[in-house]
């Protein structure tokens, strides 16, 4: 009866030791997130389901995935992962060989998503030109496709994981009502302060399409300013006119990117600068509202607050 009291003893003396500590428990299913978004509505079907973990790769680091090239950390993620949820839409283009070589299985987010074609499909880049795709990938910044992308994140989970796909089921119906939430709070905030006619955006990434259809306000134009991808003289000249016909009160540029065109037509016409997020990268703790896909929920509400503030009849927003 005494030894497994010892034992008992000497094991809790070796955990009390430096370096001594119980190992963690390994996740029985590892779930890869190629972008930002994606990570934030896996996490929400992930929520609770035990031994579930999931993770992103680097790309937040960047703003133009098409120049992305895997880090060490990335490779490693991918190494271990059981499955890779992906963007789709031509978007990882520097994951192919990656994917070639890897046994996990695959969801695609972009499934049953309406696509727009891309109005920068080729930028001028030196002699040779720099193709991004014939599709623009950058559905998410629609809420009613981010909530494609969580279903479909949904569904995917349940089939590789069919013994929690109840739980799967619950997480994704509850993602739904916060981006819903999210998309009708959007309309709100835009129908409140924007004037009826608005004259229309000038943003520094085309990508914005999704998010100018989904309420109803023209994109003028983009200024592409991603590395061998800035906007020609030419460009600028026809943007400048573009700000002095339409009375463009500002024209936005990406956050953490480069505003240098931006601020050349700005001293042009006497409009303002102002940046706004594609929600490529942001937190990682969990909202303590609505979990990970709450952050979602404030970087767009955000985005809304921000062209109201420059645009319509509210207040410019603090920094």
């Known amino acids: 009866m005494k030894r497994p009291i010892l034992f008992s003893f000497l094991a809790a003396l070796l955990l009390a030791l430096p370096g001594c500590t119980v190992p963690a428990k390994e996740a029985r299913l590892t779930v890869v997130c190629t972008t930002y978004p994606i990570y934030l509505f896996a996490s929400s079907m992930a929520e609770g389901v035990e031994g579930v973990e999931v993770e992103r790769l680097d790309t937040g680091s960047t703003s133009c995935l ?51 074609e891309n109005l920068s499909h080729h930028h001028e880049d030196g002699e040779e030109g720099h193709d991004h795709g014939h599709w623009d990938p950058h559905y998410w910044m629609d809420p009613a496709n981010a909530r494609t992308m969580a279903a479909n994140l949904g569904t995917g989970l349940s089939g590789i994981d069919p013994d929690h796909a109840a739980e799967y089921e619950s997480n994704a119906a509850k993602t739904d009502q916060i981006l819903l939430q999210v998309q009708e709070s959007a309309r709100e905030l835009l129908d409140q ?116 503030g420059f645009c319509g009849e509210g207040t410019v927003p603090n920094g």
Do not use: W
Request: hydrophobic share 40%.
């Open 66 to 116: 098409h120049d992305y090239t895997l880090s060490m950390s990335d490779m490693k993620k991918l190494e271990r992962a059981d499955v890779i949820a992906i963007n789709g839409a031509g978007l990882e283009e520097f994951l192919e060989d990656a994917l070639q070589t890897s046994s996990a299985q695959i969801i695609d987010c972009s499934t049953g998503v309406e696509l727009l």
């Open 193 to 308: 302060y924007l004037p009826q006619g608005v004259s229309g955006l000038i943003t520094f990434h085309d990508g914005f399409q999704y998010f100018a259809r989904a309420f109803d306000l023209p994109l003028l134009a983009s200024i592409e300013e991603e590395a061998g991808s800035e906007a020609s003289a030419r460009e600028i000249v026809e943007i400048t006119e573009l700000v002095k016909e339409y009375g463009i009160p500002v024209i936005f540029t990406e956050v953490n990117g480069s505003d240098a065109n931006a601020k050349a037509i700005s001293r042009e016409t006497g409009c303002r600068v102002a940046q706004l997020t594609m929600i490529m990268d942001g937190p990682d703790a969990s909202d303590p509202e609505f979990g990970r896909a709450g952050h979602y929920f404030q970087l767009y509400r955000d985005i809304c607050s921000i062209i109201n």
